[in-house]
């Protein structure tokens, strides 16, 4: 039986984020992600504004445990914490974005 196109896009993902992936720890596991560039804001806090970074971590779905992260989880990158603020879950793709900013 042939793979199904879901089961094609994975593996290739699978070999790209081998590839260019940095390692990412969350709940005592280790995975390879794709760490895109930051998306910094402005916050008004007292103070002043003050800029915040928000980053999307790329995590292939069928390597993660079940249940996989949830919001106000940490995620360690590069020996930093970081606390999952939401994540993107779409049905036809076998990736997980999860949304982290420095806690």
């Not at 998306?39 to 999307?56: C, K, N, T, Y």
């Not at 990736?95 to 806690?103: C, F, Y």
Request: no cysteine; net charge negative; proline share 9%.
């Amino acid at each position: 039986m042939p793979a199904s196109r879901y089961d094609e896009l994975d593996a290739d993902l699978a070999a790209i984020i081998e590839e260019v992936g940095i390692d990412v720890t969350w709940n005592g596991g280790t995975y390879k992600a794709v760490v895109a560039d930051p998306r910094v804001e402005l916050d008004l806090q007292s103070g002043g504004f003050m800029p915040e970074a928000d980053f999307q971590v790329k995590l292939r779905k069928s390597v993660l445990p079940d249940p996989g992260p949830k919001p106000r989880q940490s995620l360690t990158i590069r020996g930093e914490t970081f606390a999952i603020k939401g994540l993107t879950d779409r049905p036809t793709s076998p990736l997980l974005v999860l949304h982290v900013a420095r806690s």
